[in-house]
């Protein structure tokens, strides 16, 4: 599935897999200008399903994890965009045809898989933001709270309706829902199942910002830049202390953030990043 073929451009381009369920294509590089030239690569994924809304079934999973590989094997790789394909939805949940025959431990394998996919999505070393652009329901929901941060066209709906299925949220939403907008409020929308607009979750954080829907992923795509021509090795830190500094006691943290800080020391990125300073110029990172 995936035939990483070697080119060179400020690191090692791959080939970028194809698959079966999830897009992946590479956005054009800006020319460096002045103080901000994209340096890293920005590459879009989008899970493509349009006629099912982009349901989250197992093969989903696996296509997205596959791509998740790519990614990470390619050092050029600054921020990943993610998106669903059409009009309508970034993703309306797990796939429910695909969950109805399944038994106990199958259930539990699903959702078990579902995290762990997932959950990469906070450790690649590399920024990933969501651009919710319709429906993002259930796993939708989930999948979208699993990336760094979140854009939402004003079309977008948000919720996690699995009660109304005899279920609850399986792929890391009960928690990382109520570590994002606190216990009280995680509480409501999941045993309601309420499914609420752009505007309610940008009052309660889920997202940074919305958009008029036909401008979302040009927004998203600036963004992205401005993250791409920055030190990527900076930007991979600065969100690996991110998550691993939220839950443990503040000088825990800290010092994982103090050791982060003198790994950076040691890269060429760093001397290039102040040195540039100094000098008056644009850096140019290689990120190494
Ligand atoms: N699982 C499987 N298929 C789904 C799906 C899901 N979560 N969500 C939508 N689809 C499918 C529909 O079955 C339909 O397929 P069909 O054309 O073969 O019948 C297609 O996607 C379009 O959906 P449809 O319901 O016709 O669109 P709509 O605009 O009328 O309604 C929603 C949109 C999102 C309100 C509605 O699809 C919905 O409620 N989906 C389920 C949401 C949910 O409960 N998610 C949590 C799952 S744990």
Avoid: W
Wanted: glycine share 10%; proline share 5%; hydrophobic share 45%.
């Amino acid at each position: 599935m995936t035939s990483p073929s070697a080119a060179s451009h400020q690191g090692s381009l791959l080939t970028l897999p194809v698959t079966e369920t999830v897009l992946c294509e590479r956005e054009p590089l800006a020319e460096p200008q002045s103080g901000a030239g994209a340096q890293g690569s920005i590459v879009r994924v989008t899970l493509n399903r349009p006629d099912k809304l982009n349901a989250i079934n197992p093969q989903l999973i696996a296509d997205l994890n596959t791509v998740i590989d790519a990614l990470c094997m390619d050092s050029s790789v600054a921020c990943m965009i993610l998106t669903g394909a059409g009009d309508k939805a970034f993703a309306a949940g797990a796939d429910i045809a695909a969950m109805l025959p399944m038994r106990a431990d199958e259930g539990r394998a699903f959702s078990a898989f579902g995290q762990r996919v997932f959950t990469r999505l906070e450790t690649v070393p590399f920024a990933v933001i969501g651009a919710v652009n319709g429906f993002a329901l259930g796993g939708g929901c989930e999948l979208a709270l699993a990336c760094d941060f979140l854009y939402a066209s004003d079309k977008a709906k948000f919720g996690q309706p699995e009660v109304t299925l005899g279920v609850i949220p399986g792929f890391g939403g009960t928690q990382r829902l109520s570590r994002r907008i606190g216990i009280a409020r995680a509480r409501e929308l999941c045993f309601t199942g309420s499914v609420f607009g752009a505007d309610e979750a940008l009052r309660l954080g889920i997202v940074n910002a919305v958009t008029p829907h036909a401008e979302l992923l040009t927004r998203v795509s600036h963004v992205a830049k401005t993250i791409a021509s920055k030190g990527r090795l900076a930007v991979a830190q600065c969100k690996r202390v991110l998550r691993t500094g939220s839950d443990v006691p503040l000088d825990i943290a800290n010092e994982i953030e103090t050791q982060a800080f003198g790994v950076l020391f040691g890269t060429d990125d760093r001397a290039e990043g102040m040195k540039a300073f100094i000098e008056k110029r644009p850096p140019v990172f290689t990120g190494t």
